[in-house]
């Protein structure tokens, strides 16, 4: 089924997802404009909304199918009927359209939520496959909970839904419980162990409450996952979702991995600023990535280490991921090859013993103000140059 068995496919759901933070809701235009800007990305999947649920995210899918061409578009639904054809009818104008269909896999789920059985579940979970097949030939099956699913009835729930048409299982650690190494060994034992997993894709779906979603996710593609649910600055529920940022970087920085995405990392910078604007959701300083600290330097063995080799202390070129640049931060941490780095770009060429005065001066400053701008080293130089 896998044209390219290294190509991992970018499913984004910012726009489902992400936006069910409280008090990040979009308007329809909204969600059209981040849906343009994630396929100018070059995401391979957006899911547009759960059609069922609001009036609102029924249109929005509708217009979102009309204005995308490239990248498949998903519509969420529950195991039911009534969810299905709305999706469905919310879907008619989608040129690769997906049904995003399941139901609980764990016990907790299925006795606490559903109230259920192991077997009246994985009934509905197939009756919904096949209903949504009636409807379109991309249909994705989440089990949720799969994280604390019991694995052997997962793997039987799987290779029923692949067997009932689904072309993708969606195995999401809902909660954000499992270790790296044991969401791993969920994917590696329906790698091996479901007769029919080759007529599928395999998605993680990871959920950030122990900060674990995106090597959560990694772990996942390293053992035979080839599609990564995620969010831009890893907006979503509670703690937030894998952060797509993060993995596609890290794939792209870790080429052992020998696994690579369609997406144009030079646009992450923008579409993580355009995000963050459109749902008041300010960006961490110190997020990975995009983190307005990300490329930003103060420490003084650091900034030496910099100056001398880049590599010394960055993995990754700010403008590979569309970063205006590096920066050398002054503070009361920085050290006299920081100082000389920001005179010399202001056209203060000093030799050595005058640099030494207006280090020690530049000292005394730091330690009283938060940050040191150009207007403060042109002072400082003024002040001793009289």
């Not at 008090?23 to 547009?48: F, H, P, W, Y």
């Amino acid at each position: 089924m896998l044209h390219d068995p290294n190509k991992v496919y970018i499913f984004d759901t910012t726009l489902r997802d992400g936006e069910q933070v409280p008090g990040c809701q979009l308007d329809t235009n909204q969600k059209i404009d981040i849906a343009k800007s994630l396929e100018r990305l070059g995401v391979d999947v957006i899911e547009a909304g759960f059609p069922v649920s609001s009036p609102g995210d029924f249109n929005s899918v509708i217009e979102l199918s009309k204005a995308v061409n490239d990248p498949i578009i998903c519509a969420l639904t529950r195991a039911n009927k009534n969810d299905i054809d709305v999706a469905a009818d919310a879907l008619r104008y989608a040129k690769r359209p997906r049904i995003h269909t399941g139901i609980g896999a764990s016990d907790m789920h299925i006795k606490t939520k559903f109230n259920s059985t192991r077997e009246e579940i994985l009934a509905r979970g197939v009756e919904a496959v096949k209903y949504a097949k009636k409807y379109v030939e991309d249909v994705e099956f989440y089990a949720e909970d799969a994280g604390r699913a019991d694995i052997q009835f997962l793997a039987k729930m799987v290779e029923s839904v692949i067997a009932a048409g689904a072309t993708v299982v969606n195995i999401p650690d809902t909660n954000g419980y499992c270790l790296p190494d044991q969401y791993g060994s969920k994917i590696l034992y329906l790698k091996e162990n479901v007769k029919n997993i080759d007529k599928a894709i395999i998605s993680v779906h990871c959920h950030n409450d122990l900060g674990l979603a995106t090597a959560n996710s990694i772990a996942g593609l390293q053992n035979g996952a080839r599609q990564v649910e995620c969010t831009i600055n890893g907006i979503g529920e509670r703690a937030g979702n894998t952060s797509m940022e993060e993995v596609v970087m890290i794939l792209k920085t870790h080429k052992s991995l020998n696994l690579h995405t369609q997406i144009n990392t030079q646009g992450f910078y923008d579409i993580s600023r355009h995000v963050s604007q459109q749902m008041h959701m300010p960006v961490q300083p110190n997020k990975a990535i995009v983190g307005g600290n990300a490329f930003s330097h103060s420490s003084g063995i650091h900034q030496d280490g910099f100056l001398k080799n880049r590599e010394n202390y960055e993995i990754i070129k700010p403008e590979d991921v569309g970063f205006p640049s590096a920066a050398i931060v002054l503070t009361a941490r920085s050290g006299r090859h920081a100082l000389k780095h920001h005179l010399d770009r202001l056209g203060h060429n000093l030799e050595k013993a005058h640099l030494d005065i207006v280090y020690q001066q530049f000292l005394i400053l730091a330690d009283s103000k938060q940050g040191i701008d150009d207007h403060d080293l042109n002072q400082l130089v003024a002040l001793h140059l009289a």
